[in-house]
């Protein structure tokens, strides 16, 4: 079956980078975009970031944007998130996805899979 596992995830102090790692098996990687959710205590999930198949398109939330980077390795089936001058609001659960290959606007209604979630906690 997909398994979308994230790694990397723990506390930091304002200002502080952090990377968070997903490894994605049981699918054709190379056929999805793939993403960044995250959902902090009490709110909805949020979109953070997505980059398409080949690499060429990224998208972000203007929230992180200039701050955060995702990349991915279709070797590999990873995906990465360097996540840089890290503020208390980016605390949050942070979910790995799959979602449709046409796009990289990714919202929760065109998700085809999620990972369990890394907790990221930034302390001032």
């Known amino acids: 079956q997909v398994q979308l596992i994230e790694s990397g995830g723990r506390s930091v102090q304002t200002g502080g980078s952090l990377t968070l790692s997903c490894q994605a098996s049981?699918?054709?990687?190379?056929?999805?975009?793939m993403g960044w959710f995250r959902q902090a205590p009490g709110k909805g999930r949020e979109f953070v970031t997505a980059?398409?198949?080949?690499?060429?398109?990224?998208r972000y939330n203007p929230s992180v944007k200039g701050r955060f980077t995702i990349s991915r390795d279709n070797d590999l089936n990873t995906v990465t998130l360097q996540m840089n001058s890290l503020k208390p609001e980016d605390t949050a659960v942070y979910y790995c996805?799959?979602?449709?290959?046409?796009?990289?606007?990714?919202?929760?209604?065109?998700?085809?899979?999620w990972g369990q979630g890394t907790q990221v906690t930034v302390s001032s």
């Open positions: 996805v799959a979602g449709s290959k046409s796009t990289v606007v990714l919202s929760t209604t065109n998700i085809d899979y």
């Open positions: 049981g699918l054709t990687f190379s056929d999805y975009s």
């Open positions: 980059i398409s198949w080949h690499s060429t398109t990224t």
